[in-house]
């Protein structure tokens, strides 16, 4: 997959790009990530890409002309078909399930955004959707597009070594994930679950689902609601429930 990234800072995406998953995935020719500066398509000598907002009020605001020059440029970069996706705090929610739709498309044009925000005429304009990764404000938008990229790449057939950890990750089944052991089996007095170490499959595979919908129950229950449950899991939950009470 090939996505091309709009940002003023593109030592910020390309360093991360270095490291973990993400630099196997590059590594490997998974994911292709190429950055557009804006900067170099401004037009004085000083490389402006910002100026005041009208209106008043603090902050700069990003410029149509070297944006909209620069979103072209990645566009021109990556396959037909690609969306345009502008990364800002009233977006759409950026979910699993938005990470698994965007992984089958042929490529992604993210528009990292700074300062007081992007002129809305490039947005309306030049964009095909917004996406927000959470209810609280960033400094930029650089930090969401690696968020982004992560979720997409871990996806993506030989990204990962054991193709079966994105299929069973939080989130995967509308579920939070369940709880996690490794050796030793007990340590300052905390035991693994016996369960874990019994061999029976299908046992562990029901204590694995039943954690699953109790912590989600308990951490993000508007997930619950959300996805609903089989008869199965509720009288799973409720065993779950019973067990703490």
């Known amino acids: 997959m090939r996505i091309a990234v709009v940002t003023l800072f593109p030592v910020m995406i390309h360093e991360a790009l270095a490291h973990g998953v993400l630099g196997r995935a590059v590594e490997r020719g ?27 009020g603090p902050g700069m605001v990003l410029k149509v002309e070297p944006l909209r020059s620069a979103l072209r440029a990645a566009a021109a970069g990556v396959p037909a078909g690609s969306r345009r996706v502008y990364l800002g705090a009233d977006g759409r929610r950026f979910e699993q399930g938005l990470a698994r739709e965007a992984c089958s498309w042929p490529g992604l044009v993210l528009v990292a955004g700074r300062y007081e925000g992007v002129d809305e005429r490039l947005i309306e304009s030049e964009t095909d959707e917004q996406w927000s990764i959470g209810d609280y404000v960033l400094s930029g938008g650089e930090l969401p597009a690696l968020v982004v990229i992560d979720a997409i790449a871990r996806l993506m057939p030989g990204t990962l070594g054991c193709a079966e950890s994105a299929e069973q990750e939080s989130f995967s089944e509308g579920l939070v994930d369940w709880p996690h052991y490794t050796r030793p089996p007990a340590i300052d007095g905390l035991a693994v679950p016996a369960v874990l170490m019994s061999g029976d499959h ?31 899991e509720r009288v799973l939950l409720e065993e779950f429930k019973i067990g703490r009470a």
């Open 30 to 56: 998974v994911l292709e990530v190429e950055c557009v500066d804006p900067r170099d398509y401004a037009a004085d000598v000083h490389r402006t890409v910002d100026d005041r907002s009208y209106g008043g």
């Open 202 to 232: 299908a046992a562990i595979h029901r204590w694995r689902l039943q954690q699953a919908l109790g912590r989600t129950w308990l951490r993000r229950p508007e997930l619950l609601e959300r996805r609903g449950m089989s008869d199965e």
